[in-house]
């Protein structure tokens, strides 16, 4: 006898439920990408501050380190609006979007996480990939299968992700090294299954497929098929 379907607003709590799990996983990242983007601006506030002091005043110095902290600020601005959109993604609708480059920015965004836990995370990608969906949505789907392989992949594990177009389809694949002892750990595999679980419907919802294969101590693939989309002009 099959599962009962979920009513859309069970639905839409599964969502919220994964949102709130994979913000929480990604605190130290976010948190590591904040302040990355604020040593530049306190560097050019304390050079400005040296040459304030400087007599006689240098112009020219402190019209150059004035720029260099506009420039940071700027940039700042830009990596605050990354988290903003990751803390609370915009609801849009399906639109065509570049596959490669967001998960270039999800790995980007995650490499610290890798680093700290030993495992090698590597991006096999096209220039581009344009798929049609939901921004958010594809986002969430990334930052949840890449925390969950960093987390399981163990000291020395590795993360492979590759994107590869078809002819009308743009297939997505994690693969990690999980070892057998993530695979025996009951909490770890119910976690897993709900964030499949959500994932799939996520990517139903964009008119594409979830398979899932592993054995215990062999690794774990995660393979997702979307649509593809012509660049938008």
Do not use: W
């Not at 859309?8 to 913000?23: M, N, R």
């Not at 990408?33 to 530049?40: A, K, M, S, V």
């Not at 988290?83 to 399906?94: K, L």
């Not at 299968?145 to 987390?151: P, V």
């Amino acid at each position: 006898m099959s599962a009962p379907e979920e009513s859309p607003l069970e639905e839409a709590l599964l969502e919220q439920a994964l949102h709130a799990q994979v913000l929480l996983r990604c605190r130290r990242a976010l948190l590591h990408e904040i302040r990355n983007g604020l040593q530049p601006l306190h560097a050019g506030l304390e050079a400005i501050n040296r040459v304030v002091a400087m007599t006689p005043f240098p112009v020219d110095k402190a019209q150059r380190y004035l720029q260099i902290v506009r420039q940071a600020s700027a940039a700042q601005e830009i990596a605050l609006e990354r988290a903003i959109e990751r803390v609370a993604p915009e609801n849009v609708n399906e639109q065509a979007l570049d596959l490669a480059a967001l998960l270039r920015e999800v790995t980007r965004f995650l490499n610290s996480d890798a680093a700290v836990a030993g495992v090698r995370m590597q991006l096999d990608a096209p220039t581009t990939a344009f798929v049609r969906g939901r921004a958010h949505h594809l986002r969430l789907i990334a930052l949840c299968l890449t925390t969950d392989a960093i987390d399981h992949a163990g000291a020395d594990g590795q993360l492979a992700i590759s994107i590869h177009p078809l002819e009308s389809r743009v297939l997505l694949q994690f693969s990690d090294t999980r070892p057998l002892s993530a695979a025996s750990d009951a909490s770890a595999r119910n976690l897993e299954q709900f964030h499949l679980q959500v994932i799939r419907k996520l990517v139903a919802r964009m008119e594409g497929e979830t398979d899932s294969m592993g054995e215990p101590g062999a690794g774990h693939n995660v393979v997702i098929t979307l649509p593809a989309a012509a660049p938008t002009p």
